[in-house]
Every structure is written in structure tokens, then in C-alpha cells.
């Protein structure tokens, strides 16, 4: 069970976020500039190591990520991604909100920061 209740409007809330369904992998993905910065999903029994379960998928600096993964034993290598780039944080674990606000924050910076800059000002603009 998601005990972070906050975190659909949070990650909506961020500027330019597009939402969306991707039916065949059973992701909600959260986009700016057609980028996903952040998704959630539950793995099935196939997939070893997850126990069936919820997790949020987002960016993240390889140094950082490995040093969250040391700290935190509910953040994991990224699932079905990039493992290097992308961490997973079950969603029934144990990170603190404030923790996991950030790393939201972070990941959505990392993918808009990739964006052309035309790109970020028209977010920035719409966003006003």
C-alpha cells in the first residue's frame, strides 16, 4: 500500500507535468517535455527481488543514487530502466517524505535541465 498520499499531486504539480497511463508496461508516467521524470508501477511475481511491490521510478545522478541505495534499503537500482540513471523507492518502505519530496524535486530538474531552452521557457511561460 502507498503510504505517501501526497505524492500524485506533488509530482502534478510540477511545471509542465503531463500524466498518462502507458497501458502496456502498467506505468502512470509523470512527463515534461514528452521526458519522463518520474512513474510508478508494480512489478509482477516475474520479477524477482520486487515482491509484487509498488514502486516510483525517478532520475537520479549515478554517484547519488548509489549513495541512497546505501542508506536507504527501499530505494533499489532503477526498475526496467537505465540502472545507473534511474532509481526505484517502494512506495511502502520507509524513505521520509522530505527525503522523497527531494528526490522528486531532483528528478524532475535533472530532465527539465535536458530540455532545449526554448523548450524550458515556453514551460516556464505556460507555468505563469
Request: charged letters at 30%; aromatic letters at 12%.
Amino acid at each position: 500500500m502507498n503510504k505517501y498520499g501526497w505524492l500524485d499531486e506533488y509530482l502534478q504539480a510540477q511545471k509542465g507535468c503531463e500524466k498518462d497511463y502507458k497501458l502496456e508496461w502498467g506505468w502512470q508516467r509523470y512527463q515534461v517535455g514528452s521526458k519522463m521524470f518520474a512513474a510508478t508501477c508494480q512489478p509482477g511475481p516475474q520479477h524477482k527481488g520486487y515482491d509484487c511491490r509498488e514502486l516510483l521510478t525517478l532520475k537520479c545522478e549515478p554517484t547519488f543514487a548509489e549513495l541512497l541505495r546505501s542508506e536507504y534499503p527501499d530505494i533499489v537500482p532503477g526498475f526496467y530502466m537505465d540502472k545507473r540513471n534511474w532509481i526505484s523507492v517502494f512506495l511502502d518502505g520507509g524513505v521520509p517524505d522530505e527525503v522523497l519530496r527531494g528526490l522528486c524535486d531532483r528528478s524532475y530538474a535533472l530532465v527539465l535541465g535536458k530540455l532545449t531552452k526554448r523548450l524550458q521557457r515556453e514551460i516556464e511561460e505556460k507555468a505563469q
